[in-house]
């Protein structure tokens, strides 16, 4: 741990998302094309691609048809990544 902070001290944050974004996001994913249902209103579903995290470690998502990049907070929502669904906690 200690390591990876004197890294983020050092400038070198980007590395550290881009390697937990490969070694975790993506594990598994060959054959998967990343996109999940993500509810951005109540009952209202956008289809987005999975990107990775953001600098806060939020999901980040892209809407596939308008291109929008969203960043999903656990704290609204609730992930049913078998189901391929974020969805806003009602």
């Not at 890294?7 to 060959?30: C, H, P, R, V």
């Not at 049913?80 to 669904?85: D, H, P, Q, T, Y």
Request: hydrophobic fraction near 40%; charged fraction near 30%; glycine fraction near 8%.
């Amino acid at each position: 741990m200690e390591a990876l902070l004197e890294k983020i001290e050092s400038g070198g944050l980007d590395e550290i998302i881009n390697t937990y974004t490969e070694n975790w996001l993506k594990a598994g994913q060959e054959n998967a094309d990343g996109v999940v249902r993500v509810e951005v209103s109540k009952e209202n579903y956008a289809e987005c691609r999975v990107e990775g995290i953001d600098e806060s470690g939020f999901l980040r998502v892209v809407d596939i048809n308008s291109g929008k990049e969203l960043f999903v907070h656990p704290d609204d929502n609730s992930f049913n990544i078998a189901k391929r669904l974020i969805a806003i906690k009602t």
